[in-house]
């Protein structure tokens, strides 16, 4: 196998510039290899561990493998070196891009964040549809405490919209002081940034940025996860704006009294912590606590909870691309909390919403319902529940 | 102001119609267009004449005699074994220029493309693209097309007052062929044009039709959910009937139904046909984005709460299994009583 | 032997769904619609950068239009192209396919020692699809319109490429300089080089040239040279889909629908 020794020079730059010695730590220790759910999923069994090597030697030749990484966080977790495993496969993904031999099917997704602003080839004129006959004020620093950032796939999939539709009936009910900014909210390149395209998203970043200091943010609240890590760990120099994720603001809400609880459903719960809320984030307690508020209702923990959370399979630019049917990870999730007889799995990011659902039907679990936090909360404070 | 060839004052009242055929029978946009001309003229003294260009056009033209019009401009050339471009063009400019037409329409076809938009120019008049009304006023001899742009989004009204021939070329489908009684005294005029194997630009060293599945570009495409319960054979056959392309949601092709290239949405094929049929299909995002550029959109689904009612133009809430193979008798019966 | 010299025709397009026809004035407000790159003129240049990755050949942008397009079409240098010609006066506005063939094809002749023209297959405004014949026209050029692959002899004098048919393809050859369309989305453009965006967008000199750069006939430009006016405009709602739910026994709606369905009938 000559073609596996060939030293990439390119990787090789990309590897030592963007984290200097960062792959070098790794001392080939398998752990990772060992906790990444592709091993549970896969007889082809994703060897990260050998992936890390290739990146340290800087031999390309991985092919396809390089965009499996869903960005999930569980090797960072027990990888007793630190190494930013992911970090290195967007790296690398930032190489396939510089040689233009990415997958196909993911340059259109970035030509249509640069043309309409969202990776879902959606017209930029509709992104505020989501709204119809919701009253959902522009964002206007004098009058709101904070933004409401929608964020693309909230935007544009009616199966999210309904989400976001839920959380602005929370918000609208309770009293607080928020705006959007409607069409002109673009991408925050989170996909982008998964990708492995860097420096498109480092423009994307600029722009909002600048977008957001000319209208005065001071405090965002997204909608998905996605943005939510993208702004706080990845965004540079954010020093005047902080951003947080709804389920936080629900709870504040719910702790200072502003939403009234008035029935508590009856169907057996549990929570898919999202990676970008348990790992990369630590706020898994946020939506516990939240559910704490409800008097008696029944709530069982899956197996795989808060840190230990098993990804969905949509991060990591992976809803993008084609994953096969045995190799999805919300498969097993569906699974898992069909074991413990759960009716109502509810999870607070947009992507695991659309890849639970799509396993619970191919599982066909009949009485499984997959809810957003939000429209969960809807239901127990608007009397005639959901929409 | 550019000049066209002749103007108004020399055009004689003449609609010219470009006859594409092939395998010795008139394409079905040609009779549409025959019939439309036929239509516009009626009641008047207009002259309506066909051109037919080829190496043996008698066939297609006693077909569009047969058809109602009065006179078929012919001219047969040896070379002009299969269309191209140049030495069309060539042809047709003669042809043009002798007969001095008002109005010289043409079939939006890929040749009637590249035929109008080369001949437009030669001539210096104004051509109109594919039309998808033409109205003419049989006292001035003004030709007024209706065009879309936009993606449909603008319906724009066209006119060329000051040069001939009004040329126009025609959307495929747009005009239907009517039944008309066969003029008896139809003549079939032979021209000759000088011609030489030097006229032709290209060569062409291969042609081939058929086999290769390409479900983005396929017209018409029926495509079945986890809703059809991996019951395909029906939308084959319907398909077929429709000369269209079979497609499927992502949980039909994960079960081994159907092949995953027919897979439509995200992560499968984008198409945009001008007909989508939809059965047992929920409707979710990642599907619909696969389909969203479509000109229609039917939907069948026993749901009536589907989401995909949202996104189709004609909807039905039944059983697909019922209705498919009640359409698909239904169809028949609409091609055999056209036919007959 | 001189440096093989691809132009590749481009222009800029409102976004369809944001175009609006003023019910007064009946012309188009273009002006509040965010603009793009034609979508199929993305797929041309991409088939030009593949030819230019395979050997040594100059890539140049053409585009007849406003100011405004220069910025947008800044994308196609990043993307790999190297110069950009941009034809823009007053007097060429309101062509039609006439006057702006003519045009673009003076410009052709400006550029100068041209081997290869590439459009898109149409645009997504006028949509008319004939300006890449009405170019190969004035400038006495053979043409291959919906082109989906391109080969060229290995003395750069003849191409051989492949079209896209109805239900299926041919492949022709022609003599260059010749002019091609090549069909919409024959190709997966690649997206901008970081390395020459800064470039593209900011240092590149753009060429732009007048009436008066070009040797036109002012009798053949803009307006003036245009046989084709516009009687009629009006604004139709395509994208809201009508929602129409057919009623009825079984019967009734297998009827119904194949009423609907018989005029997409293709026949071979
Ligand atoms: C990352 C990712 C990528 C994806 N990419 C794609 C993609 O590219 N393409 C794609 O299609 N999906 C994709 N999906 C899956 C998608 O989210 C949906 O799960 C899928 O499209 C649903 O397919 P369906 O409508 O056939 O099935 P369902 O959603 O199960 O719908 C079946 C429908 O059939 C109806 N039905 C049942 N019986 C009948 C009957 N007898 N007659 C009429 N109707 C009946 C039901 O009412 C129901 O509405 C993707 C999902 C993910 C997570
Ligand atoms: C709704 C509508 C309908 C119209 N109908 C007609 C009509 O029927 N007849 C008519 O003569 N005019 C018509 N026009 C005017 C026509 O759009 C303009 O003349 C336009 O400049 C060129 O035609 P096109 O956009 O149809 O190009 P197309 O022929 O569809 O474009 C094909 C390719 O040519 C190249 N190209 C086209 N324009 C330029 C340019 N300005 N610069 C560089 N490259 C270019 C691109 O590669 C493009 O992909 C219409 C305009 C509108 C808005
Ligand atoms: S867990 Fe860390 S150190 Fe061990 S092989 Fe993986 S990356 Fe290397
Ligand atoms: S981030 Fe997740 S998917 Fe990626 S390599 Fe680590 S464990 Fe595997």
Redesign the interface.
């Known amino acids: 196998m000559i073609d596996a020794l060939l030293i990439d020079d390119g990787l090789q730059d990309e590897m030592m510039g963007v984290f200097g010695q960062a792959a070098w730590a790794c001392f080939q220790c398998g752990a990772c290899t060992a906790t990444c759910p592709w091993g549970i999923v896969s007889e082809r069994s994703l060897s990260i561990r050998e992936m890390m090597r290739r990146a340290q030697l800087s031999v390309g030749g991985a092919g396809g493998d390089v965009w499996l990484c869903t960005d999930c966080g569980q090797c960072l977790q027990s990888c007793p070196r630190g190494v930013p495993v992911s970090r290195v496969f967007q790296a690398w993904r930032g190489q396939l891009w510089k040689k233009r031999t990415v997958e196909s099917g993911l340059t259109p997704v970035l030509w249509s964040v640069y043309w309409n602003g969202n990776p879902l080839s959606q017209p930029p004129s509709e992104r505020m549809n989501w709204a119809d006959g919701l009253d959902v004020p522009l964002f206007d620093a004098k009058e709101h405490e904070y933004l409401l950032f929608v964020g693309c796939t909230a935007s544009y999939d009616p199966r999210a919209q309904k989400a976001a539709r839920a959380l602005v009936r929370i918000l609208n009910t309770s009293g607080s002081d928020y705006g959007v900014l409607g069409e002109q909210e673009r991408c925050c390149g989170e996909c982008v940034l998964r990708m492995g395209h860097r420096p498109y998203f480092e423009d994307i970043a600029r722009a909002n940025l600048e977008q957001f200091r000319k209208a005065g943010v001071r405090r965002v609240v997204t909608i998905s996860p996605h943005c939510y890590d993208a702004f706080n760990n990845h965004y540079p120099d954010r020093k005047e704006f902080v951003s947080i994720h709804y389920s936080q603001l629900l709870l504040d809400l719910l702790a200072s009294g502003k939403i009234d609880l008035e029935s508590t459903p009856s169907s057996r719960l549990s929570f898919h912590d999202p990676c970008l809320l348990s790992r990369a984030n630590p706020e898994y307690e946020t939506p516990r606590e939240i559910l704490a508020h409800f008097d008696g209702i029944e709530f069982e923990e899956l197996d795989r909870s808060r840190a230990e959370t098993l990804c969905c399979g949509g991060g990591g630019g992976r809803i993008f691309l084609e994953t096969l049917p045995d190799e999805r990870f919300s498969n097993l999730r569906i699974q898992e909390a069909q074991q413990h007889a759960i009716q109502t799995l509810l999870t607070t990011c947009p992507l695991c919403i659309s890849c639970l659902e799509d396993s619970r039907s191919a599982i066909q679990v009949e009485n499984l319902k997959v809810l957003d936090l939000a429209e969960f909360i809807v239901s127990a404070i608007v009397p005639d529940g959901r929409e | 102001?550019?000049?066209?060839l002749y103007g108004p004052e020399d055009a004689r009242q003449t609609v010219c119609v470009y006859l594409e055929h092939n395998a010795g029978r008139l394409e079905?946009v040609s009779l549409g267009l025959i019939s439309k001309a036929l239509e516009l003229t009626s009641g008047s003294d207009w002259r309506v004449c066909g051109l037919i260009l080829g190496d043996d056009t008698r066939k297609p033209a006693q077909e569009a005699l047969a058809r109602g019009l009065g006179e078929v401009i012919s001219i047969q050339h040896e070379i002009m074994t299969r269309f191209d471009?140049?030495a069309f063009?060539r042809a047709c400019f003669e042809v043009i220029l002798q007969e001095k037409p008002a109005v010289f329409i043409l079939g939006a076809?890929?040749d009637g493309?590249?035929l109008?938009?080369?001949l437009?120019?030669?001539l210096?008049?104004?051509?109109?693209?594919?039309c998808t009304d033409l109205r003419l006023n049989l006292e001035t001899g003004q030709l007024?097309s209706e065009?879309?742009?936009?993606?449909?989004?603008?319906?724009?009204?066209?006119?060329?007052?000051?040069?001939r021939p009004q040329m126009s070329t025609v959307r495929p489908?747009v005009f239907e062929q009517q039944f008309v009684r066969p003029v008896k005294s139809g003549v079939i005029r032979q021209i000759d044009v000088s011609l030489s194997r030097s006229d032709l630009?290209?060569?062409?060293?291969?042609?081939?039709?058929?086999?290769?599945l390409d479900l983005?570009?396929s017209?018409?495409l029926i495509c079945g959910g986890?809703g059809m319960h991996g019951e395909f054979v029906q939308l084959n056959a319907l398909a077929e009937?429709?000369?269209?392309e079979v497609g499927a949601t992502?949980?039909p092709v994960?079960?081994g139904y159907i092949e995953?290239e027919r897979?439509i949405g995200?992560?499968?094929v984008?198409c945009r046909p001008?007909?989508a049929?939809t059965c047992g299909i929920s409707?979710?995002?990642?599907f619909v984005?696969g389909i969203q550029e479509a000109d229609?959109?039917?939907a069948i689904n026993i749901d009536p709460q589907a989401?995909i009612?949202?996104?189709?133009?004609?909807?039905?809430?039944?059983d697909a299994h019922?209705?498919i193979p009640?359409?698909i008798?239904?169809?028949a019966?609409?091609?055999h009583s056209s036919h007959a | 032997m001189h440096e093989f010299h691809i132009v590749v025709c481009m222009k800029v397009v409102p976004k369809a769904e944001e175009i609006r026809v003023d019910p007064e004035s009946l012309l188009l407000d273009r002006e509040n619609a965010r603009s793009e790159i034609n979508p199929p003129d993305m797929n041309a240049i991409e088939h030009a950068l593949r030819i230019k990755d395979q050997c040594r050949a100059r890539v140049s942008i053409l585009s007849m239009g406003p100011p405004l397009f220069e910025s947008i079409l800044r994308v196609g240098l990043a993307m790999g192209a190297d110069d950009f010609y941009l034809l823009s006066d007053r007097a060429f506005a309101g062509a039609d396919t006439l006057a702006t063939t003519y045009t673009l094809a003076r410009g052709i002749d400006k550029i100068g020692d041209v081997d290869l023209v590439i459009c898109g297959e149409e645009s997504a405004d006028g949509a008319t699809g004939q300006v890449p014949a009405g170019i190969a026209e004035w400038l006495g050029w053979p043409q291959v319109t919906l082109a989906t692959e391109f080969q060229l002899s290995d003395d750069y004098t003849v191409c051989t490429a492949r079209r896209e048919i109805p239900g299926g393809y041919e492949v022709h050859r022609v003599k260059l300089p010749a002019v091609f369309s090549v069909k919409t989305a024959s190709n997966e453009p690649r997206f901008m080089d970081f390395d020459r965006k800064p470039w593209a967008m900011e240092e590149a000199g753009v060429i732009v040239w007048s009436r008066s750069d070009i040797e036109v006939e002012d009798d053949l430009i803009g307006l003036k040279g245009s046989p084709t006016i516009v009687s009629g405009l009006e604004q139709a709602e395509t994208r809201a889909r009508q929602q129409h739910m057919l009623e009825g026994d079984p019967e009734s709606i297998a009827a119904q629908l194949a009423e609907i369905l018989a005029p997409f009938h293709t026949r071979n």
């Open positions: 102001m550019a000049v066209s079905d471009v140049s063009t076809t890929p493309r590249d109008a938009g080369r437009a120019v030669r210096r008049t104004g051509l109109n693209a594919d007024i065009v879309s742009g936009f993606g449909g989004g603008v319906i724009a009204l066209l006119e060329s007052p000051a040069h489908g630009q290209s060569e062409l060293l291969e042609r081939s039709v058929g086999e290769r983005s570009k017209q018409v986890r009937q429709l000369g269209g992502r949980p994960d079960e995953r897979q995200q992560t499968g984008v001008k007909l049929v409707g979710a995002f990642h984005v229609t959109v039917v989401e009612f949202n996104y189709c133009d004609y909807g039905v809430v039944a019922q209705v009640a359409l008798e239904a169809l019966r609409e091609s």
